[in-house]
């Protein structure tokens, strides 16, 4: 798709966690949730990401992170892709990974190094955050208005 992408985990970027990652070896997959969403069941689906990604092995700040991280850019999908948007939540061997897909505007990601400004007309946030506490984050997008996708993980053990 045309569009942008930031992918902590190519090794490119880097990221607060320590030096350049290697992507994940892709092996078996486990589905472990998937769902469609919307404003009004946002909660819940926030709640089934925490338990299921607890019971993936995900646990303590890391486990808060990905469950921030998970509901910063679903919440986005929401506000800026029509109300609503799709989640699928797989098992890889070493990571926890979490697919956020919507058929909004699309949009160029523009992910700030720094925090961004704190002003009420400075928004983006969100995306900045998650990128912060995951693992690996990538945006893929397309400005033609068929939608963004959203991956993001965070390794286990």
Do not use: Y
């Amino acid at each position: 798709m045309p569009g942008g992408e930031t992918d902590r985990g190519s090794g490119a970027t880097g990221g607060p966690r320590g030096g350049a990652l290697d992507l994940p070896a892709r092996g078996p997959e486990t589905l472990l949730l998937k769902r469609h969403f919307t404003g009004e069941n946002l909660a819940q689906v926030r709640a089934q990401v925490e338990d299921t990604a607890a019971s993936a092995g995900l646990c303590g700040v890391r486990l808060g992170e990905f469950t921030l991280a998970v509901s910063e850019i679903a919440s986005n999908a929401v506000e800026h892709a029509g109300g609503r948007g799709h989640l699928e939540l797989r098992r890889l061997p070493d990571e926890l990974e979490c697919r956020i897909t919507d058929e909004g505007p699309g949009f160029v990601p523009a992910i700030p190094e720094l925090l961004p400004g704190l002003t009420e007309g400075c928004r983006g946030r969100g995306l900045w955050l998650a990128r912060l506490v995951t693992d690996r984050l990538t945006v893929t997008t397309d400005t033609t208005g068929a939608g963004a996708a959203v991956t993001l993980a965070m390794r286990l053990g």
